[in-house]
């Protein structure tokens, strides 16, 4: 069974960093994209950063410049470094898993979330 463990999450002031990580497990062949989401309280989720097996990145606006997506596919793994961290960075953190195929079959996974915290 695939399954995602994120790591990396707590609590930072504003202007810190943070590395997030996210590993998949399981019996998985590849996985096409894999992505960090975030869901602050009352709010959307929303697409922060997305790698794919390529290499090919996508951010949100209002983290590009701060946050950086990367991928070991080897590993079935991604990171999410993030720097110049603002309060509206709060949020919880889900790792997604796009398109993966593996022995039990074809999905799309999430990880169980890890909170961020961002103190002014």
């Known amino acids: 069974q695939v399954q995602l463990v994120e790591s990396g999450g707590g609590l930072v002031q504003a202007g810190g960093s943070l590395r997030l990580s996210c590993a998949a497990s399981?019996?998985?062949?590849?996985?096409?994209?894999m992505a960090w989401y975030r869901q602050a309280p009352g709010k959307q989720h929303i697409l922060v950063a997305r790698?794919?097996?390529?290499?090919?990145?996508n951010y949100a606006d209002s983290v590009k410049g701060r946050f950086t997506v990367s991928r070991d596919n080897a590993k079935n793994t991604v990171n999410l470094q993030m720097n110049s961290l603002k309060p509206e960075d709060t949020a919880v953190y889900y790792c997604?898993?796009?398109?993966?195929?593996?022995?039990?079959?074809?999905?799309?996974?999430w990880g169980q979330g890890t909170q961020v915290t961002v103190s002014s």
């Open positions: 997604h898993a796009e398109r993966v195929t593996a022995s039990q079959g074809f999905g799309d996974y």
């Open positions: 399981g019996s998985i062949f590849s996985i096409h994209a």
């Open positions: 790698i794919t097996n390529s290499g090919s990145t």
